[in-house]
């Protein structure tokens, strides 16, 4: 049986894995954590795709050294969530494959907020499903940004830094008191 993911089911399990991470102290607004976390080295195969499964990036490796939750104005809008995870890779531990098409930041109109990709990016998408998967950062020769959504993968590790605070969502940082009923 093939499971069809659809954007929403995807931004969803985010918002569920960062919500677990929010209750469990990994993740905590302007708090940096009570100890520090050694990252897992070993070799691991992640594949990230789009929802039609045109394009995937598969990284073998171990896990990022950088993982981060955003809350700029951009990552909101390209996730249509209050925010978005990304995790950047050494180019030389990526495959891609597929089709892409590329909307370049910042394009001919400037924006009127900071965002994290003030000095530029380009952000890849599927021409089929226009999922975005990954980005390449102007200042950032070395490395790809991907969307962990994207890897559908809940044993991703949480994200070890956050940014642009001053646009969040303020109940995304307090999670546990928003008493929401949980869906099966």
């Not at 910042?106 to 990016?121: E, I």
């Not at 993968?153 to 928003?178: C, Q, R």
Request: charged share 20%.
């Amino acid at each position: 049986m093939t499971n069809k993911l659809t954007r929403r089911t995807l931004l969803a399990g985010g918002a569920s894995i960062l919500a677990s991470a929010l209750v469990a102290g990994n993740v905590r607004a302007g708090v940096s954590p009570k100890k520090e976390e050694t990252r897992d080295t070993s070799i691991k195969t992640r594949t990230a795709s789009c929802n039609c499964g045109q394009l995937t990036v598969t990284h073998v490796g171990p896990d990022p050294e950088r993982i981060s939750l955003c809350h700029c104005y951009l990552c909101q809008k390209q996730s249509g969530s209050a925010f978005s995870i990304q995790a950047r890779f050494p180019k030389e531990e990526l495959t891609i494959k597929g089709k892409s098409s590329t909307w370049k930041f910042p394009g001919d109109k400037p924006v009127s907020y900071r965002t994290c990709a003030d000095q530029g990016g380009t952000y890849h998408f599927c021409p089929e499903c226009a999922s975005t998967v990954y980005y390449t950062a102007d200042t950032d020769d070395a490395r790809i940004g991907i969307r962990i959504g994207t890897f559908t993968d809940p044993s991703f590790p949480s994200p070890k830094i956050t940014g642009f605070e001053e646009y969040h969502h303020p109940w995304v940082m307090n999670i546990k008191a928003l008493g929401m009923k949980v869906l099966a």
